[in-house]
């Protein structure tokens, strides 16, 4: 069975940095793509904040390009979301979503989300 584990949210000032990582395990082959979402104090919706595609460029929201970088790893089957300059408003719970093979078959899965808290 296919497993996401995500690391490395915490408490940060707003202007710092952390990297999050996702690492898939189970699958038969690296991720084929991943994205993050992130869902905001209050808010119902999780709101996509980048993906990447195997072999592909990442693409971003408005509100974190220059800041985010997400990236991947295949040899680790890990993929990493990057966060410079971090703002109050970067302040949610992160969560990895990969595409990823068991058996051959291609499903998503979620990771189980890691919190991020910015303070100004």
């Known amino acids: 069975q296919v497993q996401l584990a995500e690391s490395g949210g915490g408490l940060v000032q707003a202007g710092g940095s952390l990297r999050l990582s996702c690492a898939v395990s189970?699958?038969?082959?690296?991720?084929?793509?991943m994205a993050w979402y992130r869902q905001a104090p209050g808010k119902q919706r999780r709101e996509l904040v980048g993906n990447i595609v195997s072999g592909g460029s990442p693409n971003y929201i408005d509100s974190v390009k220059g800041r985010f970088t997400i990236s991947g790893d295949n040899a680790k089957n890990t993929g990493y979301l990057q966060m410079n300059s971090l703002k109050p408003e970067d302040t949610a719970v992160y969560y990895c979503?990969?595409?990823?093979?068991?058996?051959?078959?291609?499903?998503?899965?979620w990771g189980q989300g890691t919190q991020v808290t910015v303070t100004s």
């Open positions: 189970g699958s038969s082959s690296s991720f084929k793509s």
């Open positions: 979503y990969a595409v990823a093979d068991y058996d051959g078959i291609f499903r998503g899965y």
